[in-house]
């Protein structure tokens, strides 16, 4: 199959509190794995991204797990921001490829 | 990373006409561009794969004469609109990545609305 699950549609958290997007792929070749940023109207930017060989990456707020077993990954951020408002897109590339296919994204409010 | 534009920004056409989008990628050799396509609340959706002087590969459902894809050069590639209808409005975007590389690089995206 070529889909990739995201959940949940939408999250909305209190400032300062964690914030975790799951997304579940099918394809056990696939060997990438980024998370993007997309403000309204704007580009998607790349925040952290994982290869298949690695089990957790970490950057500051932002962490991402990959489990291969179960074929997820998840993006977390913890003390949420307001800035960090915004959709989130999980993706993956095949094996051997760069195309990315998308999830379908993530609605994240942050609230005062 | 890659600096990527894409002209213009925006665009209005009436149903019929063609458009055309350009990708740039301003400091970077680009093997491969994307296109993709994405409607309102909607997710990215991948058009076609182009490579430097190659034909554009496209994705299933995606009409290859009516979304027509030239990348004559490692830092321009364009989507041409054909005909456009207005089920055609949507935010158009490209990437670009290198040689062996997984991370792509987004323009800015193009709105473009038929009326």
């Known amino acids: 199959g070529e889909n990739v699950e995201q959940h949940p549609s939408t999250l909305s958290v209190q400032e300062g509190d964690s914030a975790v997007i799951k997304c579940t792929y099918s394809?056990?070749?696939?060997?990438?794995f980024p998370w993007y940023k997309q403000e309204l109207g704007k580009r998607p930017q790349l925040i952290i991204d994982?290869?298949?060989?690695?089990g957790e990456k970490k950057d500051q707020r932002i962490a991402v797990t990959l489990n291969k077993t179960a074929k997820h990954f998840s993006l977390h951020i913890t003390e949420t921001q307001p800035e960090d408002s915004a959709v989130y897109f999980c993706?993956?590339?095949?094996?051997?490829?760069?195309?990315?296919?998308f999830g379908t994204g993530t609605q994240l409010k942050v609230e005062l | 990373g890659a600096v990527v534009s894409q002209h213009p920004s925006w665009v209005i056409c009436k149903s019929g006409t063609s458009v055309k989008i350009e990708c740039r990628s301003l400091?970077?050799?680009?093997?491969?561009m994307f296109w993709y396509r994405q409607f309102p609340k909607q997710s990215l959706m991948l058009m076609a794969t182009?490579?430097?002087?190659?034909?554009?590969?496209?994705e299933q459902g995606v009409e290859k004469d009516k979304f027509l894809i030239n990348h004559a050069s490692l830092t321009l590639s364009t989507l041409t609109v054909t005909s456009a209808h207005p089920e055609d409005s949507s935010f158009y975007i490209c990437?670009?990545?290198?040689?062996?590389?997984?991370?792509?690089?987004f323009g800015p995206g193009t709105r473009l609305t038929v009326t």
């Open positions: 990437s670009v990545t290198g040689t062996g590389s997984y991370e792509q690089y």
């Open positions: 394809d056990s070749a696939s060997n990438y």
């Open positions: 994982i290869r298949s060989n690695v």
């Open positions: 993706a993956e590339t095949k094996g051997g490829g760069n195309k990315l296919t």
């Open positions: 400091d970077f050799q680009a093997t491969t």
């Open positions: 182009s490579n430097e002087g190659s034909k554009a590969t496209y």
